[in-house]
């Protein structure tokens, strides 16, 4: 089992920055690849971003490419998201997940979901 925690959800203006992160406790945390997921009011369950591993490849939806930078340290047990240049369509509950299945965008393909973070962003 992998218990997942997300924290630095938020309210913020377009344009500003939110830093998501996710702590992990279980078993190995650099055994999964993790990824991001968000969800907002009436709508599916969306990918965002995902990272390997040991952190060497990152991926992204496009709509936050050049915008969205997925982290994580081993070392920490800990994922991050760091949301920068924010607009409204971002609103929605995030939700960190981890799989040991191969890198995959489809949320069904993850085993390990955190409870998940609100993030609101106000025009």
């Known amino acids: 089992q992998v218990q997942l925690v997300e924290s630095g959800g938020g309210l913020v203006q377009a344009g500003g920055s939110l830093r998501l992160s996710c702590a992990a406790s279980?078993?190995?945390?650099?055994?999964?690849?993790m990824g991001w997921f968000r969800q907002a009011p009436g709508k599916e369950r969306e990918f965002v971003a995902l990272?390997?591993?040991?952190?060497?490849?990152?991926h992204y939806t496009d709509s936050v490419k050049g915008r969205f930078t997925i982290s994580r340290d081993n070392a920490k047990n800990t994922l991050y998201l760091q949301m920068n240049s924010l607009k409204p369509e971002d609103t929605a509950v995030y939700y960190c997940?981890?799989?040991?299945?191969?890198?995959?965008?489809?949320?069904?393909?993850?085993?390990?979901w955190g409870q998940g973070t609100q993030v609101t962003v106000s025009s």
């Open positions: 997940a981890a799989t040991d299945n191969n890198l995959s965008y489809v949320p069904s393909r993850y085993t390990y």
């Open positions: 279980g078993r190995t945390f650099s055994n999964y690849a």
């Open positions: 990272i390997t591993r040991s952190g060497g490849s990152t």
